[in-house]
């Protein structure tokens, strides 16, 4: 199970609600050193809870599951592969 925050949620919100349904995606992650990849076909459950404070920033809460009796293996992180993380400026 790997569980992330993703700040874009005007960006993501088409993206999120197309594959939230569907079991065709894999998914490969990054630690410090190393990629990982599941190895399984996943399941995607994005959530976006609204805090009761006007100054709170809302963000997906998108948790990523999957059934591989093997345990996912590091690999070395390609050069220019997860270099930066695109978050746009909304006005």
């Given at each position: 199970m790997l569980t992330y925050k993703d700040p874009n949620t005007t960006a993501n919100c088409d993206y999120y609600n197309a594959?939230?349904?569907?079991?065709?995606?894999?998914?490969?992650f990054r630690t410090?050193?190393?990629?990982?990849?599941a190895g399984a076909p996943v399941s995607i459950s994005p959530k976006m809870?609204?805090?009761d404070d006007l100054k709170a920033?809302?963000?997906y809460e998108v948790t990523v599951k999957?059934?591989?009796?093997?345990?996912?293996?590091?690999?070395?992180?390609?050069?220019?592969?997860?270099?930066?993380?695109?978050?746009?400026?909304v006005a």
């Open positions: 594959i939230k349904d569907s079991s065709d995606y894999t998914v490969w410090s050193s190393k990629i990982w990849e809870p609204v805090a920033v809302l963000t999957w059934q591989n009796s093997n345990l996912p293996c590091p690999y070395s992180i390609p050069d220019g592969i997860f270099s930066e993380c695109f978050i746009p400026i």
